[in-house]
């Protein structure tokens, strides 16, 4: 596997959380799932980040996350997510919002859960079951992400 980008950024970490899942969640990355990833990274850049830059950070990522095996990219994936939540400090908001765009990036693969995804609905409890029920991927990363609830 390549060396992480030298100029490693949180911006380079949660890409990669989105990528790993887009690739994982059900075993192919669909254009969906990129519409998804670019919109989280927007919100995640901010509005004074360009998208010349987005784009530059996401290539560099995927052809980090890319270069790997499955065994490599899984263990970059702890790496990357402990990165994540050691840089949010005492903002545990920021860990669950990285999660809840992984959600949201596995429901774009369902117009089941296009509601999600448009926010009309409220993710309740009974719409989580069957989220991390179609992508167990949900429950590792759950886990990993340390979320209690």
């Known amino acids: 596997m390549k060396k992480p980008p030298e100029n490693l950024t949180l911006g380079h970490a949660t890409a990669y959380v989105l990528l790993y899942v887009a690739k994982y969640n059900d075993g192919e990355s669909r254009p969906n799932e990129f519409h998804e ?20 950070i996401l290539i560099e990522t995927d052809e980090w996350f890319t270069s790997g095996s499955n065994f490599e990219r899984t263990n970059m994936l702890d790496n990357v997510i402990i990165l994540i939540i050691n840089s949010s400090g005492e903002n545990k908001s920021i860990v669950r919002e990285v999660f809840e765009d992984c959600v949201r990036l596995c429901a774009s693969n369902n117009d089941r859960y296009r509601s999600i995804l448009n926010n009309d609905t409220q993710v309740n409890e009974d719409l989580l079951k069957k989220l991390f029920q179609e992508f167990p991927l949900l429950t590792i990363l759950k886990r990993k992400f340390k979320i209690d609830n």
């Open 37 to 56: 990833i670019l919109k989280s990274m927007k919100y995640w850049m901010g509005s004074d980040v360009n998208a010349e830059e987005i784009k530059k």
